[in-house]
């Protein structure tokens, strides 16, 4: 499956020289541990793919190859020399070339400007002298294949030519390595032909590039070999040749799913409906129904529109073409606040920005998006105490007691006060946007074990998470985002790791055969 | 309670600055403490401490209002012009207000529903303000104000020392104060101030918040030209230059943040006071309008940069102390929440 180039590579078939080597690198984020004793060799004029889950770690690596971290251990060899890389100057200084997710280019600033950034050509006195600048940039445009004009300015080019020109930029540091850091997400098919060209080229010049990526049909069209994160760990690294599709899914995937036992509870009427619902740049056509007593799990990688769907059933975006029933009625919010009257609640992505109040104690966060219905003007600080101390009880929160701030919580515990100010609104919807996301292990238990104890109640829940063996523990149905559409609905039943991560790298459309086989097959 | 705390410190040291500063002033003069006196003191600040109370509120929705000098400048020039058309009192004084409302309004507007910074929308206002309180009165002065109207001004409640705008004052004041320290609107506006997002997830209509401050701040900065009016029983078009300095100055002194999130109202009260009397003190100790000034200025400067310096202190102590899992960072974000 790998496009073998007409051009034969700077060094020919066989074992390639070692370019860039990592050894026992890891990097911890407070107590998240992002990259744990991970070993990687990129060999010159090599295309080496790096696949992986939500959270396997690949930023984390991308980040410390472009100097943005450091790491906590290990060693970094470039060309046999040991490389620590200081920042993101000195990883250009040393040959390191960084093209991130989205292009960071001065929009003002023309396309030959861009390209010499920090390094443009001085004439007499120190002055730019712009005339070499606009060759260079023309001759390696041309080398490139990319009809772009040097002197254009980057305000107005698609997003394909403002990430050709990160490869441009690239170039003109004369790169040992280069990372592409999902350089393919806002591109079209056409586009992403034109970038592969490019690459394949610069691979056979004896750069060593590091391709970054969630589709794994691309991976197989481009890269010579592929290398596996899962949760901060090496998994494997193998040639694409000899893997399969579902080969990588399932390393990807890897671990025994542990599910916990859900006591059975009726699933009641649809309460929420949504159908057709669009939102440009955001997602579209997205249909599904929730239930009382059932959790639908809304599966996806990151960017592929959950978080933005949410925002919609909320009132915080407007939709811009759809429909939204609760209850078999229409409904339109204008605001979070219509959205909450109606019985829709959401706790939040970002728990600190968006979810709470730090510098309020616990009582006054839980009680704020109920102040209206509590109290008609007079706040009764006893009323409010009593309401925290309740849910407080029936959540577990750890804390001294209702008073004290909720910047002094554990992240848990800070969680389980966003779950009791929305509980507290007593919705009929509660939507929950990754819940358990930086928190530990105790409270993620607790957190699930809520979860159930409302099905239970009948409340209709809407599950977003990156954690898939949350995802698949958790729903009674999983709902699949896949680049703003939904890419499949699947049952309690049927969901395996496999069959969610087909669907949500756009794997199940290009291979639909292999993706049924890779769900049925391992038990 | 740690915040609580600390805002009670700042208000007693407030308080004790304060008891100095009459004490100094007791020792000095002979008169300090005769209801004259204590007319005067007031007369000195009253229009700048009406302002403050309004201007407490913004600023604790991290937002701020620099207009408001010229807002009095504007109601003054128009409540003269409509006086000198014939245009009764009762029927002038509403219509200046509303115009209050109006001006308040167009700053609510231009800052909650445009989304631009209050600094610049409201500094833009300022001189459009004072533009058209020129336009409509030019450089004349109208006086001849009703003897009634003046005397609002001048007068006092029957029976007691307290002028009548003092008065209006401290309605404001326990009215303000009770909103902001007992209802859910007064938690919106800590809400709003402390973290603008959280409080839109939770359901607080932030935008419509924000525009109604702005529109008190209106309606009250033209009530304060009102006032101003009637004290020198003259209607200028440039009335009020120069008062937002004081205006914000009072407010942070009070312990309000400048970013927002806190303040109380007593504080704002207290530091009215406080300026007042300094005032008052330096004046009976003959020192020049220019050296007042100063002290004004570097009070501004001193209430900004002591509870900054608290702040930081504090932080660095809690680095040092705390072996815990520490969000503070989280924090600092979440507390700092303006434009």
Same mark, same amino acid.
């Given at each position: 499956?790998?496009?073998?180039?007409?051009?034969?590579?700077?060094?020919?078939?066989?074992?390639?020289?070692?370019?860039?080597?990592?050894?026992? #690198?890891?990097?911890?984020?407070?107590? +998240?541990?992002?990259?744990?004793?991970?070993?990687?060799?990129?060999?010159?004029?090599?295309?080496?793919?790096?696949?992986?889950?939500?959270?396997?770690?690949?930023?984390?690596?991308?980040?410390?190859?472009?100097?943005?971290?450091?790491?906590?251990?290990?060693?970094?060899?470039?060309?046999?020399?040991?490389?620590?890389?200081?920042?993101?100057?000195?990883?250009?200084?040393?040959?390191?070339?960084?093209?991130?997710?989205?292009?960071?280019?001065?929009?003002?600033?023309? #396309?030959?400007?861009?390209?010499?950034?920090?390094?443009?050509?001085?004439?007499?006195?120190?002055?730019?002298?712009?005339?070499?600048?606009?060759?260079?940039?023309?001759?390696?445009?041309?080398?490139?294949?990319?009809?772009?004009?040097?002197?254009? =300015?980057?305000?107005?080019?698609?997003?394909?030519?403002?990430?050709?020109?990160?490869?441009?930029?690239?170039?003109?540091?004369?790169?040992?390595?280069?990372?592409?850091?999902?350089?393919?997400?806002?591109?079209?098919?056409?586009?992403?032909?034109?970038?592969?060209?490019?690459?394949?080229?610069?691979?056979?010049?004896?750069?060593?590039?590091?391709?970054?990526?969630?589709?794994?049909?691309?991976?197989?069209?481009?890269?010579?070999?592929?290398?596996?994160?899962?949760?901060?760990?090496?998994? +494997?690294?193998?040639?694409?040749?000899?893997?399969? +599709?579902?080969?990588?899914?399932?390393?990807? !995937?890897?671990?025994?799913?542990?599910?916990?036992?859900?006591?059975?509870?009726?699933?009641?009427?649809?309460?929420?409906?949504?159908?057709?619902?669009?939102?440009?740049?955001?997602?579209?056509?997205?249909?599904?129904?929730?239930?009382?007593?059932?959790?639908?799990?809304?599966?996806?990688?990151?960017?592929?529109?959950? +978080?933005? #769907?949410?925002? !919609?059933?909320?009132?915080?975006?407007?939709?811009?073409?759809?429909?939204?029933?609760?209850?078999?009625?229409?409904?339109?919010?204008?605001?979070?606040?219509?959205?909450?009257?109606?019985?829709?609640?959401?706790?939040?992505?970002?728990?600190?920005?968006?979810?709470?109040?730090?510098?309020?104690?616990?009582?006054?966060?839980?009680?704020?998006?109920?102040?209206?219905?509590?109290?008609?003007?007079?706040?009764?600080?006893?009323?409010?105490?009593?309401?925290?101390?309740?849910?407080?009880?029936? =959540?577990?929160?750890?804390?001294?007691?209702?008073?004290?701030?909720?910047?002094?919580?554990?992240?848990?515990?800070?969680?389980?006060?966003? =779950?009791?100010?929305?509980?507290?609104?007593?919705?009929?919807?509660?939507?929950?946007?990754?819940?358990?996301?930086?928190?530990?292990?105790?409270?993620? !238990?607790?957190?699930?074990?809520?979860?159930?104890?409302?099905?239970?109640?009948?409340?209709?829940? !809407?599950?977003?998470?990156?954690?898939?063996?949350?995802?698949?523990?958790?729903?009674?149905?999983?709902?699949?985002?896949?680049?703003?559409?939904?890419?499949?609905?699947?049952?309690?039943?049927?969901?395996?790791?496999?069959?969610?991560?087909?669907?949500?790298?756009?794997?199940?459309?290009?291979?639909?055969?292999?993706?049924?086989?890779?769900?049925?097959?391992?038990? | 309670?740690? &915040?609580?705390?600390?805002?009670?410190?700042?208000?007693?040291?407030?308080?004790?600055?304060?008891?100095?500063?009459?004490?100094?002033?007791?020792?000095?003069?002979?008169?300090?403490?005769?209801?004259?006196?204590?007319?005067?003191?007031?007369?000195?600040?009253?229009?700048?401490?009406?302002? $403050?109370?309004?201007?407490?509120?913004?600023?604790?929705?991290?937002?701020?209002?620099?207009?408001?000098?010229?807002?009095?400048?504007?109601?003054?020039? &128009?409540? %003269?012009?409509?006086?000198?058309?014939?245009?009764?009192?009762?029927?002038?004084?509403?219509?200046?207000?509303?115009?209050?409302?109006? %001006?308040?309004?167009?700053?609510?507007?231009?800052?909650?529903?445009?989304?631009?910074?209050?600094?610049?929308?409201?500094?833009?206002?300022?001189?459009?303000?004072? /533009?058209?309180?020129?336009?409509? &009165?030019?450089?004349?002065?109208?006086?001849?104000?009703?003897?009634?109207?003046?005397?609002?001004?001048?007068?006092?409640?029957?029976?007691? $020392?307290?002028?009548?705008?003092?008065?209006?004052?401290?309605? &404001? $004041?326990?009215?303000?104060?009770?909103?902001?320290?007992?209802?859910?609107?007064?938690?919106?506006?800590?809400?709003?101030?402390?973290?603008?997002?959280?409080?839109?997830?939770?359901?607080?209509?932030?935008?419509?918040?924000?525009?109604?401050?702005?529109?008190?701040? @209106?309606?009250?900065?033209?009530?304060?030209?009102?006032?101003?009016?009637?004290?020198?029983?003259?209607?200028?078009?440039?009335?009020?230059?120069?008062?937002?300095?004081?205006?914000?100055?009072?407010?942070?002194?009070? /312990?309000?943040?400048?970013? %927002?999130?806190?303040?109380?109202?007593? /504080?704002?009260?207290?530091?009215?006071?406080?300026?007042?009397?300094?005032?008052?003190?330096?004046?009976?100790?003959?020192?020049?309008?220019?050296?007042?000034?100063?002290?004004?200025?570097?009070?501004?400067?001193?209430?900004?940069?002591?509870?900054?310096?608290?702040?930081?202190?504090?932080?660095?102590?809690?680095?040092?102390?705390?072996?815990?899992?520490?969000?503070?960072?989280?924090?600092? $974000?979440? @507390?700092?929440?303006?434009?």
């Amino acid at each position: 499956m790998t496009a073998v180039p007409d051009v034969p590579s700077a060094a020919g078939p066989g074992p390639r020289p070692a370019r860039l080597v990592l050894e026992g #690198v890891s990097k911890a984020f407070g107590a +998240t541990r992002a990259l744990i004793d991970v070993s990687l060799e990129l060999q010159a004029g090599e295309i080496h793919g790096l696949v992986g889950e939500n959270g396997a770690g690949k930023s984390t690596l991308v980040k410390i190859l472009a100097g943005v971290h450091p790491p906590d251990q290990g060693t970094i060899t470039l060309d046999g020399q040991p490389a620590a890389v200081h920042g993101p100057a000195h990883a250009r200084a040393l040959g390191i070339a960084v093209v991130h997710q989205e292009p960071r280019l001065f929009p003002d600033l023309t #396309v030959a400007e861009n390209v010499f950034m920090g390094h443009a050509p001085t004439g007499r006195l120190g002055s730019v002298d712009w005339r070499t600048m606009r060759r260079a940039t023309e001759r390696r445009l041309r080398e490139l294949d990319v009809p772009l004009d040097p002197g254009s =300015l980057v305000r107005g080019l698609s997003m394909a030519d403002q990430q050709l020109i990160e490869i441009v930029k690239a170039l003109t540091l004369d790169a040992r390595v280069l990372v592409l850091d999902e350089p393919t997400a806002s591109l079209s098919t056409h586009e992403v032909e034109r970038l592969f060209a490019i690459v394949r080229r610069m691979r056979d010049r004896g750069v060593a590039v590091l391709f970054v990526s969630h589709r794994l049909d691309e991976v197989f069209a481009l890269c010579d070999r592929a290398t596996v994160f899962r949760d901060g760990r090496h998994v +494997t690294t193998a040639l694409t040749a000899d893997l399969t +599709t579902a080969d990588l899914i399932r390393h990807m !995937v890897g671990r025994a799913v542990e599910r916990s036992p859900r006591a059975e509870h009726p699933i009641g009427q649809p309460i929420l409906e949504v159908a057709g619902l669009s939102r440009a740049g955001a997602f579209e056509d997205i249909s599904f129904v929730v239930r009382g007593g059932e959790v639908v799990g809304l599966a996806g990688l990151v960017g592929a529109g959950r +978080t933005e #769907v949410a925002r !919609v059933l909320f009132g915080i975006d407007r939709p811009h073409a759809g429909e939204i029933r609760l209850d078999g009625r229409p409904v339109t919010f204008d605001s979070p606040a219509a959205a909450m009257r109606a019985g829709i609640a959401y706790v939040p992505e970002d728990r600190h920005q968006d979810g709470l109040v730090l510098d309020f104690p616990i009582a006054t966060n839980v009680s704020l998006p109920i102040l209206t219905r509590l109290f008609r003007l007079f706040v009764r600080p006893s009323v409010e105490r009593r309401l925290a101390e309740g849910y407080g009880e029936q =959540l577990r929160v750890r804390m001294r007691d209702v008073d004290q701030l909720v910047a002094s919580l554990s992240g848990g515990n800070q969680q389980k006060v966003v =779950l009791a100010k929305w509980l507290a609104t007593r919705p009929r919807v509660l939507i929950l946007d990754e819940p358990t996301r930086g928190i530990d292990i105790g409270a993620k !238990v607790e957190v699930h074990r809520i979860i159930s104890e409302l099905t239970a109640s009948g409340l209709g829940i !809407v599950l977003i998470s990156s954690d898939l063996p949350e995802v698949l523990a958790m729903s009674d149905r999983i709902l699949v985002l896949h680049e703003g559409r939904l890419a499949a609905e699947i049952s309690r039943a049927e969901a395996t790791e496999e069959r969610v991560m087909f669907a949500a790298t756009g794997a199940a459309r290009v291979a639909e055969g292999p993706a049924a086989g890779a769900a049925g097959s391992p038990r | 309670m740690s &915040l609580a705390g600390r805002l009670a410190r700042w208000e007693v040291l407030l308080a004790a600055v304060l008891v100095t500063l009459v004490w100094t002033g007791t020792s000095l003069s002979a008169v300090f403490l005769t209801p004259r006196n204590f007319a005067n003191l007031t007369a000195a600040l009253i229009e700048v401490a009406i302002m $403050a109370l309004p201007m407490a509120l913004v600023i604790i929705a991290a937002e701020i209002d620099l207009s408001v000098e010229s807002m009095v400048g504007l109601a003054s020039s &128009l409540l %003269g012009f409509l006086w000198a058309e014939g245009v009764p009192l009762q029927v002038a004084i509403p219509s200046v207000l509303a115009v209050g409302a109006l %001006g308040g309004l167009l700053n609510g507007v231009l800052v909650s529903r445009f989304g631009l910074p209050s600094l610049v929308v409201t500094i833009g206002t300022l001189a459009l303000f004072r /533009g058209l309180a020129l336009v409509i &009165l030019g450089p004349r002065g109208i006086s001849q104000f009703p003897d009634a109207f003046t005397a609002f001004g001048f007068g006092t409640v029957p029976g007691t $020392a307290i002028p009548w705008p003092a008065l209006v004052f401290i309605a &404001l $004041a326990l009215v303000l104060g009770i909103v902001l320290h007992a209802t859910w609107i007064g938690r919106q506006v800590f809400a709003t101030g402390k973290n603008a997002s959280a409080a839109r997830y939770s359901g607080v209509r932030v935008a419509r918040l924000k525009l109604a401050l702005f529109v008190l701040s @209106g309606v009250v900065a033209a009530l304060a030209g009102v006032i101003l009016t009637a004290r020198f029983a003259s209607a200028r078009a440039d009335a009020g230059t120069g008062m937002t300095l004081t205006v914000v100055t009072i407010v942070l002194l009070g /312990g309000v943040n400048i970013f %927002g999130g806190r303040g109380t109202i007593p /504080g704002v009260v207290l530091a009215a006071l406080t300026l007042a009397v300094l005032g008052n003190v330096l004046r009976l100790a003959n020192v020049a309008a220019e050296i007042q000034s100063i002290a004004i200025g570097a009070l501004l400067v001193v209430s900004v940069v002591i509870p900054t310096l608290a702040h930081r202190t504090k932080l660095a102590i809690d680095r040092v102390s705390g072996g815990r899992r520490r969000p503070a960072g989280a924090v600092g $974000a979440g @507390g700092g929440t303006g434009p």
